[in-house]
């Protein structure tokens, strides 16, 4: 029996469980927003939401303790390969999300999938990237400036 084991196992073996998550782990934090089944969504949340908790301790550490900001890094290394994404959930993900306590991330089901009827689901981070002052300036003089090229 199965008793107090909280691993879902999702018909997977544990070494192809582990490949999994780690790469949607990585597609989570390059793309911020993926689409997959409800349970799958489900386990990599509490995944993810852990290494984004790691790289938060990052902030808190001053800068004698560079050892422990390298372990944490090092740490997260393990599991996602992938260095680029393991910069931006540092220098980006971590930092937006300073002032929250947990829960980073956010599960919308979308209903059932055609052909196998799985639940799929959106899972995504809570904190959006915050959109420049200066971008929206321009999207409106480029918006301005091709209404008056129609008139």
Known sequence: ????????????????????FANMATSLIIEEKIVTTKQKA???KRYSE???????????????????KIHNKRE?????????????LFDDIAVR?????????????????????AEEAIIEFVEKKAVKAADKTEKK?????????AK
């Not at 029996?1 to 490949?19: D, I, V």
């Not at 829960?103 to 196998?116: A, F, K, N």
């Open 1 to 20: 029996m199965r008793n107090l084991n909280s691993t879902k196992q999702l018909g997977k073996t544990s070494s192809h469980r582990k490949a999994m």
């Open 42 to 44: 489900k386990v990599l």
């Open 50 to 68: 852990k290494m984004v908790t790691r790289a938060k301790r990052n902030l808190e550490l001053g800068q004698e303790e560079t050892a422990k």
């Open 76 to 88: 997260i290394l393990k599991d996602i390969k992938d260095r680029e994404a393991v910069a931006k």
């Open 97 to 117: 999300n300073k002032d929250r306590k947990g829960g980073y991330t956010r599960i919308v089901l979308l209903g059932r999938r055609d052909g196998d009827a």
């Open 141 to 149: 003089a480029k918006k301005e400036k091709k209404e008056k090229e």
